[in-house]
């Protein structure tokens, strides 16, 4: 087993005399003392980060169990990156073997926040951005290059930032076997990071057993970004946000309750600063360029799945907008769908632009979780090449031998509003067991309750 990777909330009681706030962080501390009274040798290494002083709309509202044959889904077999925790690698040293008969990989070495500031300060390391590239997109460990520009009178120099332009952690292995990239991490001292440290376990482990011995080293941030912006309020080297995946969205620093939530106008204090950082590190609305450095709406480009960043002027201006205010209007629909694909093709995925990507998603049959793609027709290859298809394409349109897809696809929100969406379907249909349903949870319809419902209210 890999581990576990989990995130818990706490909440004070309603009628406690207790502070709310620490009420809340005494029980997260209490809850995780147990587990290590519970299974020592399991949780004895566990690091523990704790996020106190979060506003209550930011709590989890249920538990939800999931096991997965990776906590980080990279596809990569175990025998050619296998883990082991601590105790099973110094009894196998000697052996240069696992426990288990298979060959050990080591990963990155575990530097504190504190330690890892001062290797960002290295002009020999290079540091690589283990999360997607939407989540880079709005903020990075680049600021020791900016201070490498302005003191570069003074010889001082600083870790190359290197963004692999993932849409998906499976997108790791491919990039890290070009030739390209082997040639950037060749002799240097490689860094890297991710939101909270886990995607960097089995990375780095990776790289190590890939490339390990053209390299000085292999680092890791411990902790991730959330722990070096506790440990650097200013932000350090850190510019930007870190994207989370919960009711925080996106987290800075000095602002750990994050930016989730309803965007409210009319707060202009502060906001023409905002915008200068965002330029700076070229967080932008997909539309229409504005500084923009927030994920609203889910929304997505056709040709891969990857959220887009969208403004909320633009967002109100879409057509998806326009067509909830003409819903039942006949005459509009025709107009509503053509308004509906213009507005697709003005909002491009930044990757899908510099890749030459055009294929939607939706014509593409992909296998492997996302990660390879065969066409459902003959009108395109994978990356593009060459179509037997000799017939000559109309005035404007693409050829079809530049006819590209994009090599991943990302799912967005991972099936969870599909779920909620078929629970809507079948909220509006009838339950075929009618009246002598004895389930009280039934997702069907049933309106002899709701007759029940109103005659008690």
Known sequence: SEGINATVSAASTADSDVDAEFEAAQTLRHFTKDLQNF???????????????????????????????????????????????????????????????????????????????????????????????????????????????????????????????????????????????????????????????????????????????????????????ERYLKEFPDGGFWRGKNFVFDKREAISAGNVNGDGGVIRSGKKEGKKEEEEKMLEWGAECAKCKKPWDRYIGKRKFYTCGVPVLVCNDCMSQSSSSTKKKKKGAAAAASTTNAAAVEDLKSIRCPLCVSEGVTVPAEDVEWTDNGVRGRPRTSSFSEGGGEDNDKKAPADGAPKKSESKAAKSVLKWGGGHAKKKKDQRSWSRRPCQFGAECIRKDCFFYHPERESKSKKET
């Open 39 to 225: 299974d020592a040798e399991a949780f004895k290494d566990t690091d523990f980060k704790y996020v106190d002083g979060l506003t209550a709309d930011r709590h989890f509202k249920e538990l939800k169990l999931l096991p997965v044959k990776e906590l980080v889904f990279y596809g990569i077999r175990e025998g050619d990156c296998a883990t082991t925790n601590a105790t099973a690698a110094s009894t196998a040293a000697a052996a240069g073997e696992s426990d288990n008969g298979k060959k050990e990989v080591k990963g990155g070495v575990h530097l504190e926040a504190s330690e890892y500031h001062e290797m960002l300060k290295r002009d020999d390391a290079v540091v690589i951005d283990v999360r997607n590239h939407y989540e880079a997109a709005i903020g990075r460990f680049d600021g020791q290059m900016a201070k490498e520009k302005s003191e570069e009178q003074e010889g001082e120099g600083g870790a190359t930032y290197i963004d692999p332009k993932m849409r998906k952690s499976t997108d790791f292995t491919s990039w890290l076997a070009e030739e390209e990239t082997k040639q950037k991490l060749e002799g240097k001292t490689v860094m890297m990071f991710c939101t909270g440290g886990i995607r960097c376990e089995r990375a780095s482990a990776y790289l190590n057993s890939q490339i390990g011995n053209k390299v000085k080293g292999v680092f890791q941030l411990k902790g991730g970004i």
